[in-house]
């Protein structure tokens, strides 16, 4: 072979190795670039239900780590492991209840199979005479909202379809019967949901006969507003307990400090007479 020849091979084995290079880093930056997407649809999707016992988001997303096996464990194919396109976190467990919701599995197979502790076993169960009990009741996968100008009960057309579908009915979801003014002689039957005992598993949300549910299930953190601790509720005695220790002082006098509640209140009265 004259050294032309040699040449020649050589400075096409070097251009088939840029070419191979370039397409390398091609597909690594296109890759990131999808990727990168991917995760910012997971940022910016909220909406996000987890199975039974899930913790708090951050903590739960820092936990799991994507093994499926709580998916593997139910048994009515409830949950699903998050893919590129679901815009939420990627092999990341979740459930959408208008399509399949949670049935309330008294044995909570998903739970007890995660290995991480991502599915706090604990927060799912009771202790009786010392021994640790799974209870469904106890999970706070969401809190079901009611959309009162969708919800056709609001209308006064008698619908209880959530209500009778909620597996904790009479807790969970209540009827509460108030006066129809339009007619003047009919009864509204207004479904209202209990936050204390809601388990957020959706079976209400499936239930429900509007095209769009009326009821939906809303991870706590967006269903929920937040009191403040500077709120007391009189008649509930753990939160009379936050009192203990804290000064009843008045701090702050004005002519009003010097007297009572009635003497101030019929002054303004009389003035404004």
């Not at 400075?11 to 190795?17: G, L, P, Q």
């Not at 910016?44 to 239900?49: D, E, R």
């Not at 009611?146 to 979801?173: K, N």
Request: net charge neutral; proline share 5%.
């Amino acid at each position: 072979m004259s050294n032309l020849e040699s040449n020649k091979i050589v400075i096409s084995e070097r251009r088939k190795f840029l070419s191979l290079m370039a397409q390398s880093v091609g597909l690594s930056a296109l890759g990131g670039m999808v990727w990168t997407g991917y995760l910012e649809e997971a940022k910016s999707a909220p909406l996000i239900l987890r199975p039974p016992g899930a913790r708090l988001e951050k903590d739960f997303i820092r936990m799991c780590i994507k093994c499926g096996q709580c998916v593997e464990a139910c048994p009515y194919d409830m949950l699903s492991l998050a893919k590129p396109g679901d815009h939420k976190p990627m092999g990341t467990p979740f459930f959408i209840p208008r399509e399949n919701p949670c049935r309330m599995c008294t044995d909570i197979p998903c739970v007890p199979v995660c290995p991480t502790g991502a599915l706090d076993e604990m927060s799912v169960s009771t202790i009786k005479e010392g021994v640790k009990e799974l209870d469904i009741m106890k999970a706070r996968m969401g809190l079901a909202v009611v959309d009162t100008e969708s919800c056709i009960a609001f209308w006064g057309i008698q619908c209880d379809a959530c209500y009778r579908a909620c597996p904790v009915m009479d807790s969970a979801i209540v009827l509460e019967y108030r006066r129809n003014a339009r007619t003047g002689k009919h009864a509204y039957l207004i479904p209202i949901v209990n936050s204390e005992t809601c388990t957020g598993c959706g079976i209400c949300e499936r239930a429900c006969v509007t095209e769009k549910a009326a009821i939906r299930i809303l991870p706590l953190e967006l269903a929920k507003g937040d009191i403040g601790s500077h709120y007391i509720r009189g008649w509930d005695k753990a939160d009379e307990k936050r009192l203990e220790g804290v000064s009843t002082d008045v701090t702050t006098h004005t002519k009003r400090s010097d007297k009572s509640a009635q003497d101030y209140l019929n002054a303004v009265e009389e003035v404004s007479k």
